[in-house]
T-cell receptor, first 116, second 114 residues
Framework: DAGVTQSPTHLIKTRGQQVTLRCSPI?????VSWYQQVLGQGPQFIFQ???????GRGNFPDRFSARQFPNYSSELNVNALLLGDSALYLC???????????????FGSGTQLSVL | AQSVSQHNHHVILSEAASLELGCNYS??????LFWYVQYPGQHLQLLLK??????LVKGIKGFEAEFIKSKFSFNLRKPSVQWSDTAEYFC????????????FGPGTSLSVIP
């Protein structure tokens, strides 16, 4: 089975540009979350989507947005890029969500974004 | 705000040495606890998890962790490390009220010298 796939793997942008990152969850998984991992730090939660609805948002500015499609794939958009947005962006999927869930998260390999 | 701290930023060990990586979290409610590993050039993988029951949990590749609720700790241990254990290790927490919002610690880089 294919794991969580993300595209592109690497991306170089300049300040002020906009970027779209894509994620395909494991087949059958309905929950997708996005994380930002800055070099030398742990991943930081950005968004979680379940059944096409936003279920959680981390402490990120409104320049960050996301959506989930009917096939459960997801896009993360970042507008007006800043140098500090340079990071590895990770996508994770799970079958379901909720506070009682014991679901395991599966992570993709990430998209390395460099903002110059 | 809820947070996860890890005691060491970088640990260097010789093969066959014992390993203990410290992790503490700040949250008074019920949590699920995890250790993730990121091998060089690979994606994050779940090493082990604690949801409830026996506070000593065993994971893959001989790793284990102990949840001590009174100390808000979830330390990772392995009795004898191998060169292949060289990786970045992240402690993580899910608060039971926050769905899949995983809070990660800053990570500990482990280098095992042959």
């Amino acid at each position: 089975d294919a794991g969580v796939t993300q595209s592109p793997t690497h991306l170089i942008k300049t300040r002020g540009q906009q970027v779209t990152l894509r994620c395909s969850p494991i087949s059958g998984h309905k929950s997708v979350s996005w994380y930002q991992q800055v070099l030398g730090q742990g991943p930081q939660f950005i968004f979680q989507y379940y059944e096409k609805e936003e279920r959680g948002r981390g402490n990120f500015p409104d320049r960050f947005s996301a959506r989930q499609f009917p096939n459960y794939s997801s896009e993360l958009n970042v507008n007006a890029l800043l140098l500090g947005d340079s990071a590895l962006y990770l996508c994770a999927s799970s079958f379901r969500t909720g506070p009682a869930t014991n679901e395991k998260l599966f992570f993709g390999s990430g998209t390395q974004l460099s903002v110059l | 705000a809820q947070s996860v701290s890890q005691h060491n930023h970088h640990v260097i060990l010789s093969e066959a040495a014992s390993l203990e990586l410290g992790c503490n979290y700040s949250y008074g409610g019920t949590v699920n606890l995890f250790w993730y590993v990121q091998y060089p050039g690979q994606h994050l993988q779940l090493l082990l998890k604690y949801f409830s029951g026996d506070p000593l949990v065993k994971g893959i590749k001989g790793f284990e962790a102990e949840f001590i609720k009174s100390k808000f700790s979830f330390n990772l241990r392995k009795p004898s490390v191998q060169w292949s254990d060289t990786a970045e290790y992240f402690c993580a927490v899910i608060m039971k009220t926050s769905y899949d919002k995983v809070i990660f610690g800053p990570g500990t880089s482990l280098s095992v010298i042959p």
